[in-house]
């Protein structure tokens, strides 16, 4: 026989599930480290982020992964970022200390869930951290593959083709799955053709005297 929890160990159970959605709720508040530093104007969350590495998730097409894994995982690994925030290289925290703060986040987020829930989060937060799975290292190029997309979009949106140059050299070698490098193979054409047409224009816009505007001479170091 199935035992039913109690009315008020049923409503204390809720409360913290609230509790939960509240907190994972700040990931949509929380902007992604990266493009405030390269002063993107109206960065993206980390939520915005996870949402659409989810999406690529969804549309795998290696019969040998679980996708719904992948969606899940793509769901959970940066969830602990709703406590600790996004810490970024450049801010100068270790590696070990980045993993006990967001171990520690994930505990106490996880400790508001029913037992089963709380082990299938907490467990697959462990999986992608240590990249023990296919699964977790397939989602973790989507996490880069994200990461350079978005940084192309900006890059169109400011007209500013090569200014975040240095999140793409940062992902160099790292892609194996053949999904993900057939996608990052498109996205090398459109923006090469997207450079192409910004130094088209910028050959149109050059002053009477030969003079170029200094926007057009902008390069991805500069701040």
């Known amino acids: ?6 009315p008020q160990e049923k409503a204390a159970g809720m409360s913290n599930m609230l509790k939960f959605l509240k907190i994972i709720g700040q990931l949509k508040r929380v902007p992604r480290t990266g493009w405030v530093y390269r002063k993107v104007k109206e960065p993206e969350s980390v939520s915005d982020h996870m949402y659409r590495m989810a999406v690529m998730s969804l549309t795998i097409t290696d019969p040998a992964m679980d996708k719904d894994r992948c969606i899940k995982l793509a769901l959970v690994h940066d969830m602990a970022e709703s406590i600790v925030g996004d ?3 450049s801010d100068n925290v270790s590696k070990e200390e ?3 703060r967001e171990k520690e986040a994930m505990r106490h987020l996880t400790s508001l869930l029913p037992e089963g829930l709380k082990k299938e989060i907490y467990s697959l937060w462990e999986e992608y951290e240590f990249q023990s799975s296919s699964e977790a290292r397939l989602v973790k190029q989507f996490d880069l593959l994200e990461m350079i997309l978005q940084a192309h979009e900006y890059e169109e ?5 090569g200014r975040l140059q240095e999140f793409f050299d940062s992902t160099a070698g790292r892609f194996q799955h053949q999904d993900v490098l057939q996608l990052i193979s498109s996205l090398d054409e459109e923006r090469g053709r997207h450079t192409a047409k910004e130094e088209d224009e910028g050959k149109n816009k050059t002053g009477a005297d ?14």
Request: no cysteine.
């Open 1 to 6: 026989q199935i035992k039913m929890a109690a």
């Open 157 to 161: 949106l400011e007209g500013t083709p």
């Open 87 to 89: 810490i970024a290289p």
């Open 210 to 223: 030969g003079s170029v505007s200094e926007t057009l001479l902008t390069t991805p170091h500069d701040s």
């Open 98 to 100: 980045k993993h006990r």
